[in-house]
């Protein structure tokens, strides 16, 4: 594990509740201000559509790169369901043009949203898939066409020449290395790694075989890296995993994880999968450091995203973080996004 950073979900309240969405926001900015400072490597937002979390990611992940400097900015994951592959594209560019290359933004078919079919309210009908995931793959092509510079739709040959083609504007060199596909199944890990873009492991796989979540994420892993290798990218992908961790170093730590985290994975359904879900991890550091080198998938990838409970508050979760970089991130390998090795 060389890098870790925070995913946050962005819950919030009702208008006029203590933590309603503005505090919500302007909690994730202080945050992760905070954690650049830290030399945490990533700050990463899920995004979700009719309800109270996180719903429209560019202009929070805008105002956080303008005031930070090493942090990487990124999203896991936008759903495509609900994008105009495009102008997602364009907004995509103008984010890394202003982080200075450090986006790492996850995109994919999304998780289960409130709305029954919400993408059609956004105007993104046709879909013959009851979870819309056939609408995703079909907008992914010309998103990353668009993301790599190549011209993308016929110029007016009233202004240019006959059979001229544009690209968007503005475009930003190097982005297409730096755009993840959100996996929760082996499949779609080979599906991306033939695609040509980095892997985001879900915070759930599709599968319940009995196996853990971090031995069947590690075997989806190796799948998707020895497809990258049979395709022949040329460049090395990155690979995430996500997990909640939360060292107990405090009285606070030990009011709200006392009993310490669920001993084993979980099984459910899911968009009628039956899938397993990660346990939670709540101990003592050296503990954690055990349990985590244990966990096959951890190992296996190179970046770690800290699910953390926004809704406690910048103070709190900044706490969780301290503790993580301090006691327990550089037993795992740690590199600091701050580190003087660091552009």
């Given at each position: ?306 699910t953390i409970p926004n809704q406690v508050g910048t103070e709190y979760n900044l706490h969780v973080l301290e503790s993580f970089a301090k006691y327990v991130a550089p037993e795992l390998g740690w590199e600091p996004a701050n580190a003087p090795s660091n552009p």
């Amino acid at each position: 594990m060389k890098r870790f950073g925070f995913l946050s979900f962005g819950h919030h309240g009702p208008e006029g509740d203590p933590f309603d969405a503005r505090a919500s926001l302007h909690s994730a900015i202080e945050l992760s201000v905070a954690a650049d400072e830290l030399g945490v490597n990533g700050a990463y937002f899920r995004v979700h559509h009719f309800a109270r979390q996180a719903a429209s990611p560019m202009p929070l992940l805008s105002a956080i790169a303008a005031r930070t400097r090493h942090i990487e900015v990124g999203t896991g994951v936008i759903d495509l369901r609900y994008e105009n592959p495009l102008y997602l594209a364009e907004e995509a560019a103008a984010l890394d043009l202003i982080a200075d290359g450090r986006v790492a933004l996850g995109v994919s078919r999304g998780s289960p949203e409130p709305a029954h079919r919400g993408w059609e309210a956004f105007g993104y009908t046709g879909s013959t898939d009851p979870r819309g995931a056939d609408i995703a793959r079909e907008k992914f092509p010309l998103f990353m066409a668009a993301i790599r510079g190549e011209k993308v739709v016929d110029a007016d040959p009233k202004q240019f020449p006959v059979g001229s083609r544009l690209g968007i504007q503005p475009h930003s060199p190097g982005l297409d290395r730096r755009i993840w596909w959100g996996a929760g199944s082996r499949d779609t890990a080979v599906w991306s790694a033939q695609q040509g873009v980095n892997l985001m492991s879900s915070t759930l796989l599709t599968e319940a075989t009995g196996a853990s979540l971090g031995d069947l994420q590690a075997e989806q892993i190796q799948r998707y890296r020895d497809a990258w290798a049979e395709a022949g990218h040329g460049w090395e992908p990155r690979v995430s995993v996500s997990r909640s961790v939360f060292p107990i170093v405090s009285d606070l730590d030990r009011r709200y994880f006392g009993r310490g985290g669920q001993g084993r994975d979980q099984v459910g359904v899911i968009d009628g999968f039956t899938s397993t879900f990660g346990r939670t991890y709540a101990d003592e550091p050296d503990k954690l450091v055990e349990q985590l080198r244990a966990d096959a998938a951890v190992m296996s990838a190179d970046t770690l995203m800290l699910t953390i409970p926004n809704q406690v508050g910048t103070e709190y979760n900044l706490h969780v973080l301290e503790s993580f970089a301090k006691y327990v991130a550089p037993e795992l390998g740690w590199e600091p996004a701050n580190a003087p090795s660091n552009p």
